[in-house]
T-cell receptor
Framework: GDSVTQMEGPVTLSEEAFLTINCTYT??????LFWYVQYPGEGLQLLLK?????DKGSNKGFEATYRKETTSFHLEKGSVQVSDSAVYFC??????????FGDGTTLTVKP | DAGVIQSPRHEVTEMGQEVTLRCKPI?????LFWYRQTMMRGLELLIY????????DSGMPEDRFSAKMPNASFSTLKIQPSEPRDSAVYFC????????????FGPGTRLLVL
């Protein structure tokens, strides 16, 4: 079945550091790939997405590229801020109705 | 614009009681999802509706759980009887189109079963 494996946390960085959260997936067919972010006490919200190979999703300084050859969708940001502290989820969805989420990676950014 | 609305936001109940969680999706969305989030198991998809029809309920834990979507603007998730291991945050999400589209999550219902 489909699966998403993302980098285990927690991750702690200093402000302005470079961020990478790894995500790899297995899926039948051609899934859409997503990064969602969850702030304390809230539901998940979309951060960025990519729907086909080599697409790059970007938002708020975050980027991720859909790499079919390595089945990866790593999340990156060049300079993190304290306000980026949250839990980040990598996910895939298919037209067949299946959504699969990774376990989440907790990011803490210290001033 | 109103997002996905869930009620109640918090629920505390005793083991054996019936619990009903409610969700109003974003107007115009035709797919609806129920998720459960716990520290131990992470985020689990329980059931997915498309055009009010259940498409995939393979994630529903057992017969104590049931979900309905009587119309495009309302869904319920019912647990009867509830057990302490059902304690979790339950999220409803909706999307326009298939499940491959962006999902918009509600704020969640935090359920505690004593």
């Amino acid at each position: 079945g489909d699966s998403v494996t993302q980098m285990e946390g927690p991750v702690t960085l200093s402000e302005e550091a470079f961020l990478t959260i790894n995500c790899t997936y297995t899926a039948t067919g051609y899934p859409s790939l997503f990064w969602y972010v969850q702030y304390p006490g809230e539901g998940l919200q979309l951060l960025l997405k990519a729907t086909k190979a080599d697409d790059k999703g970007s938002n708020k300084g975050f980027e991720a590229t859909y790499r079919k050859e390595t089945t990866s969708f790593h999340l990156e940001k060049g300079s993190v801020q304290v306000s980026d502290s949250a839990v980040y989820f990598c996910a895939l969805s298919t037209n067949a109705g299946k959504s699969t989420f990774g376990d989440g990676t907790t990011l803490t950014v210290k001033p | 614009d109103a997002g996905v609305i869930q009620s109640p936001r918090h629920e505390v109940t005793e083991m054996g009681q019936e619990v009903t969680l409610r969700c109003k999706p974003i107007s115009g969305h035709n797919s609806l999802f129920w998720y459960r989030q716990t520290m131990m198991r992470g985020l689990e998809l329980l059931i997915y509706f498309n055009n009010n029809v259940p498409i995939d309920d393979s994630g529903m834990p057992e017969d104590r759980f049931s979900a309905k979507m009587p119309n495009a603007s309302f869904s319920t998730l019912k647990i009867q009887p509830s057990e302490p291991r059902d304690s979790a945050v339950y999220f409803c999400a909706s999307s326009f189109g298939t499940s491959a589209e962006t999902q918009y999550f509600g704020p969640g219902t935090r359920l505690l079963v004593l």
